[in-house]
T-cell receptor, first 114, second 116 residues
């Protein structure tokens, strides 16, 4: 089944403890992206990647890192999480044309930083 | 910068009735794409419908259709014969069609309730 897989689905952590949210897609998509969703703000892009080893900042990149060493994987790294990073995170991928054909989204990671 | 506005934070509709969700956007581009995504309580983001700005014809997917008014920068979603499974958050989104268009810009969403 074609899908974007994120793990974990839920995560509670403490301030300052480094964490990684994994994302993997099995559709051979070139484009991958991370979004965060907050009540009343919709979804905002954190980082995106056009291909292996090519990444760039979205609208809200502060406090996050990403890497794209393999085409299928695009992990999101929080080096020192803070409570304002409590949010619902989505990984997404797209075959071609960037966002023009819409992204396929993972099922989300609910992160709570205390 | 492009912005997407959904002016109705919440709406409700009777089962089997028709409801229209509003979306306006601001852009200086002439070529772009517009989308409606559905997010049910499972929180999965599901693409409902996609519209290419250079096409005059409004997109349709089964019970879902759009009213795309390019001059007015309006992109509303009509749901016909509403079903209980249509209850969800609905997000309108915009994508510029030019080079480097890797971003979907989302509105803040409209929560749709379906009344049995």
């Amino acid at each position: 089944e074609a899908q974007v897989t994120q793990n974990p689905r839920y995560l509670i952590t403490v301030t300052g403890k480094k964490l990684t949210v994994t994302c993997s897609q099995n559709m051979n998509h070139e484009y991958m992206s991370w979004y965060r969703q907050d009540p009343g703000l919709g979804l905002r892009q954190i980082y995106y990647s056009m291909n292996v080893e090519v990444t760039d900042k979205g609208d809200v990149p502060e406090g996050y890192k990403v890497s794209r060493k393999e085409k299928r994987n695009f992990p999101l790294i929080l080096e020192s999480p803070s409570p304002n990073q409590t949010s619902l995170y989505f990984c997404a991928s797209s075959l071609s044309g960037g966002a023009n054909y819409g992204y396929t989204f993972g099922s989300g990671t609910r992160l709570t930083v205390v | 910068a492009q912005t997407v506005t959904q002016s109705q934070p919440e709406m409700s509709v009777q089962e089997a009735e028709t409801v229209t969700l509003s979306c306006t956007y601001d852009t200086s581009e002439s070529d772009y794409y517009l989308f409606w995504y559905k997010q049910p309580p499972s929180r999965q983001m599901i693409l409902v419908i996609r519209q290419e700005a250079y096409k005059q014809q409004n997109a349709t997917e089964n019970r879902f259709s759009v009213n795309f008014q390019k001059a007015a920068k309006s992109f509303s979603l009509k749901i016909s014969d509403s079903q209980l499974g249509d209850a969800a958050m609905y997000f309108c989104a915009y994508s510029y069609s030019g080079a480097g268009s890797y971003q979907l810009t989302f509105g803040k969403g409209t929560k749709l309730s379906v009344i049995p």
